[in-house]
Nanobody
Framework: QVQLVEAGGGLVQAGGSLRLSCAAS????????MGWFRQAPGKEREFVAT????????NYADSVKGRFTISRDNAKNTVYLQMNSLKPEDTAVYYC?????????????????WGRGTQVTVSS
C-alpha cells in the first residue's frame, strides 16, 4: 500500500519561503505523476502543482505560478514544493498526492493516494 508523508510545513512571514517534501513508499514511484493540493478552512481542496513521472512536465495553478516550483527526486521517492514570495492567502493544509498514471494532472480524480497534509501558515 502506498503511503505519502509530507514534511516542511510551518509558520512563515509574508514574502518568505518554505520547502515542502513528500516521501512516498513503494517501488514504482517513478511511474507516476505527483501533485500538491491545498485546503484552507471552510474551502474546497485546491490544485496547486503537478509533475509528471519523469519530472519533464510541470503545471501550476494560476495563483501560484511564478512563485512555487514542484520537483521530484525519483531516486529518493520524494517530491518537493518550493514556495517563494508567500502570501497570507497561501495559508492552508498542503497535501501530497500520487496520481493514477504518469501524466501530469490537475484533476483530483486522477489521484489515487493522499498524504495527511502539512500546515502552512503565512503571517502578514
Amino acid at each position: 500500500q502506498v503511503q505519502l508523508v509530507e514534511a516542511g510545513g510551518g509558520l512563515v512571514q509574508a514574502g518568505g519561503s518554505l520547502r515542502l517534501s513528500c516521501a512516498a513508499s513503494g517501488r514504482t514511484f517513478s511511474n507516476y505523476a505527483m501533485g500538491w493540493f491545498r485546503q484552507a478552512p471552510g474551502k474546497e481542496r485546491e490544485f496547486v502543482a503537478t509533475i509528471n513521472y519523469s519530472g519533464g512536465t510541470t503545471n501550476y495553478a494560476d495563483s501560484v505560478k511564478g512563485r512555487f516550483t514542484i520537483s521530484r527526486d525519483n531516486a529518493k521517492n520524494t517530491v518537493y514544493l518550493q514556495m517563494n514570495s508567500l502570501k497570507p492567502e497561501d495559508t492552508a493544509v498542503y497535501y501530497c498526492a500520487r496520481a493514477i498514471y504518469g501524466s501530469a494532472a490537475d484533476i483530483p480524480a486522477r489521484y489515487a493516494y493522499w498524504g495527511r497534509g502539512t500546515q502552512v501558515t503565512v503571517s502578514s
